[in-house]
Antibody
């Protein structure tokens, strides 16, 4: 059974940093592209970033460019999202998700909450 | 960026109804479109990939259609478990983008 478990969400001050993790199991992690999607309180889903199976190919949404960095460690079956220069508008539940070629996101985690506030 | 526009934003329906949600892309996304169901506090669930391919384990009352810039998700005979928010998402071009969502609520 596919399982994705996010962690690392916390309360952080504006301008602060945070690293989110997503631990995967139940599928060949190293062969799947992975991504992050977020949902701010009362808002819809927003695509954040995606990384290819090897970790070399990365893409970011407009709100993440220059501040967030996606990476992965295939030896640990773990996906990461480094969040820097955090703003109040980054407050959201962050979901990790897996994808296979020609598809969107196939499996999703339950999410981890990031709150940016002083 | 490709803008995805869903309609309606809210849909009031009863169990047993047939409902249709539409999604319009600002540029051609070919068949690179997915539909997701999302309930509060839960992980989103994929319903349809490549515009019309039903996801694994998705009930056959769900169906997707369309190509290019016009897409639709249809739920035949709405069930109690189907009251949720639905999103379309294009993955034709980066940045990937979601529609704003359609909430299907009890009439």
């Amino acid at each position: 059974e596919v399982h994705l478990l996010e962690s690392g969400g916390d309360l952080v001050q504006p301008g602060g940093s945070l690293r989110l993790s997503c631990t995967a199991s139940g599928f060949p992690f190293s062969t799947y592209a992975m991504g992050w999607v977020r949902q701010a309180p009362g808002k819809g889903l927003e695509w954040v970033s995606v990384v290819g199976s090897t970790g070399i190919d990365t893409h970011y949404g407009d709100s993440a460019k220059g501040r967030f960095t996606i990476s992965r460690d295939n030896s640990k079956n773990t996906l990461y999202l480094q969040l820097n220069s955090l703003r109040a508008e980054d407050t959201a539940v962050y979901f990790c998700a897996s994808r296979i070629p020609y598809f969107g996101f196939e499996n999703w985690g339950q999410g981890t909450m990031v709150t940016v506030s002083s | 960026d490709i803008q995805m526009t869903q309609s309606p934003s809210t849909l009031s329906a009863s169990v047993g109804d047939r409902v249709t949600i539409t999604c319009r892309a600002s540029h051609n996304v070919y068949s690179w479109l997915a539909w997701y169901q999302h309930k509060p506090g839960k992980a989103p669930k994929v319903l349809v990939q490549q515009a019309s391919s039903l996801g694994s384990g998705v009930p056959s009352r769900f169906g997707g259609s369309g190509y290019g810039t016009e897409f639709s998700l249809t739920i035949n005979s709405l069930q109690p478990d189907d009251f949720a928010t639905y999103y379309c998402q294009q993955y034709s071009d980066y940045p990937w983008t979601f529609g704003q969502g359609t909430k299907v609520e009890v009439k």
